[in-house]
């Protein structure tokens, strides 16, 4: 071969290598569309590099994941295709897929919930396994499927929720900003929409947990949903259980709950105090006053041990009560915001 033939040869290659770098990158920019709505925001989890390759031996690029706001998602074009693959898609390998298919869920509990509801049972563990997802994205969009679907279903929701909450308190935690973000707003819409009487029962037992971070988002969550009951359901539920509740978590190792704590007792006091003043004007009329009235100092030292009362008692004799248990006697509106 001549010289001037190899020359040639080596130009032909070098340029085809070239064009495979181009090629390359553009793939690598390209960022699919989930549920093809607009959204409000959205986070690149991009690979730090592109590879050759992905885990399942295709080219891997980077993917811009869009946040959608639940007033942006519109309906489904064909509902009944959606439901027929969602499980399918839910358990999927590929992360995007899942998305997709967490979008999906939203919008059929938005628009379409009578249907979902049917697969309540199969769909629950598969979000909570992509709220656990190491991947930011699936886990961001997994939590705001909770949030869509305890304002769809409420109290229809309770008997599934148990798997959920040990995983809305971890993340709620969390040193990612935009996941605890996702988490706390999951947080305040389960304590919204689901009633009190039937969600604090499953909430006690995280008080105890042995994680001092979820027991500090739970005391939170439980101090929170405490004034939405009203007068009959803080008697029904048990006010000696509930001041036993609030001096345990005055002790707790984290501040978060031990303030969480202090709002209970005081919550509890005003509560106590209205009712007691409340039963005496209800016998003004008679002979006496109520002989089963005792002030609040009597109640806590009858409930609790010494160390317990005294601790309750001087957080309730020192902290200004104006504006606690607005809601104690009279239940917010459903949907309104109980921030964890």
Wanted: with cysteine; aromatic share 4%.
């Amino acid at each position: 071969m001549s010289a001037s033939a190899l020359k040639d040869l080596n130009i032909s290659q070098s340029a085809d290598l070239e064009k495979g770098k181009d090629n390359s990158v553009k793939f690598c920019v390209s960022k699919p569309v989930l549920n093809g709505s607009k959204c409000a925001s959205k986070e690149e989890n991009a690979l730090s590099a592109c590879p050759d390759t992905g885990a399942n031996g295709n080219e891997a690029g980077t993917v811009d994941v869009e946040y959608i706001d639940s007033e942006n998602l519109v309906d489904l074009p064909d509902v009944d295709a959606t439901l027929s693959t969602l499980v399918k898609r839910l358990d999927s390998k590929d992360w995007v897929m899942t998305c997709e298919a967490l979008n999906n869920v939203r919008q059929l509990a938005i628009y379409h919930k009578e249907r979902l509801q049917e697969l309540l049972e199969p769909l629950v563990p598969l979000i909570v396994k992509s709220v656990k997802n190491p991947r930011s994205a699936v886990c961001k969009t997994a939590l705001m499927t909770c949030s869509d679907i305890f304002k769809a279903y409420g109290d229809l929701i309770v008997d599934s929720i148990d798997p959920l909450l040990v995983q809305l308190f971890l993340k709620a935690s969390q040193d990612k900003r935009f996941v605890c973000e996702a988490a706390e707003a999951a947080l305040i819409s389960m304590t919204s929409w689901i009633s009190p009487s039937v969600l604090l029962p499953r909430m006690q037992p995280y008080l105890k947990n042995r994680n001092p971070r979820i027991r500090a988002k739970a005391s939170v969550c439980f101090s929170k949903s405490v004034p939405r009951l009203d007068v009959e359901g803080i008697k029904e539920y048990g006010m000696d259980k509930l001041i036993q509740i609030a001096a345990t978590q005055l002790s707790d190792q984290l501040p978060e709950s031990r303030e969480a704590a202090r709002n209970l007792a005081l919550e509890l006091q005003v509560f106590y105090e209205k009712s007691q003043a409340s039963t005496s004007g209800e016998n003004e009329g008679e002979p006496s006053a109520s002989p089963d009235a005792e002030s609040w100092e009597s109640f806590c030292q009858s409930k609790l041990s010494a160390l317990s009362a005294q601790a309750i008692l001087r957080v309730t004799s020192t902290t200004p009560k104006e504006g606690v248990a607005a809601g104690v006697t009279s239940a917010p509106k459903e949907g309104a915001a109980v921030g964890c």
